[in-house]
């Protein structure tokens, strides 16, 4: 079975510091690129980051550069995202997403996501 | 990078047709035949509905199809069924290599 499978969510307090991961099965991982995707507590969908195969390539939501970093390690199957600097409108659903590979900036598995609540 | 704008709801009968506008710039949606359509049920992850515009994922319904129109994109849902009532999110490729979400319809059957 196909699957992704977050963690490393939870209570931070603003300025804080998390480092998200992300864990897939059932696919050949280093052959897919991957994405963030956030969802603020009964808002919309926001995209957040994406990394090539290779982790060569990397891009941005402009309102979280300089204060995201997203990387993977295909050896572990693993994508995470490293965010610092944390403020209260950072609290969301983190979700993690492979990229379809016949579709273009389209993510065909999801994980469950993992949550981030930002709070003092 | 402004999200694209849908309505907010949208509302039909079982067994109707409904349509959900996602309206963008010239910089996404009109620039980029590389718009798609997620479905989300409450408290589940998104569901990748139509990508590319107008291309169904394996296992997705024939009853949803896409359509792009200069800097406006669409999602039709014929035969409207109970399990359709979800939100539905477009997003589009940007000139600036990132992804922008629209901020998402909700569908009540």
């Known amino acids: 079975e196909v699957q992704l499978v977050e963690s490393g969510g939870g209570f931070v307090q603003p300025g804080g510091s998390l480092r998200l991961s992300c864990v897939g099965s059932g696919f050949t991982f280093r052959s897919y690129w991957m994405t963030w995707v956030r969802q603020a507590p009964g808002k919309g969908l926001e995209w957040v980051a994406n990394i090539d195969r290779d982790g060569s390539e990397r891009y941005y939501v402009d309102s979280l550069k300089g204060r995201v970093t997203i990387s993977r390690d295909n050896a572990k199957n693993s994508v995470y995202l490293q965010m610092n600097g944390l403020r209260d409108v950072d609290t969301a659903v983190y979700y993690c997403?492979?990229?379809?590979?016949?579709?273009?900036?389209?993510?065909?598995?999801w994980g469950q996501g993992t949550t981030v609540t930002v709070s003092s | 990078q402004s999200a694209l704008t849908q309505p907010a709801s949208v509302s039909g009968s079982p067994g109707q047709s409904i349509t959900i506008s996602c309206t963008g710039t010239?910089?996404?949606?009109?620039?980029?035949?590389?718009v798609s359509w997620y479905q989300q049920h409450p408290g589940k992850a998104p569901k990748l509905m139509i990508s590319?515009?107008?291309d169904r994922p394996s296992g997705v319904s024939s009853r949803f199809s896409g359509s792009k129109s200069g800097n406006a994109a669409s999602l039709t849902i014929s035969g409207l069924q109970a399990d359709d009532e979800a939100d539905y999110y477009c997003s589009s490729y940007t000139s600036t290599t990132t992804l922008v979400f629209g901020g998402g319809t909700k569908v009540t059957v």
């Open positions: 010239s910089s996404d949606v009109g620039r980029y035949s590389y």
């Open positions: 590319d515009v107008s």
């Open positions: 997403a492979r990229d379809a590979p016949d579709a273009y900036y389209a993510m065909d598995v």
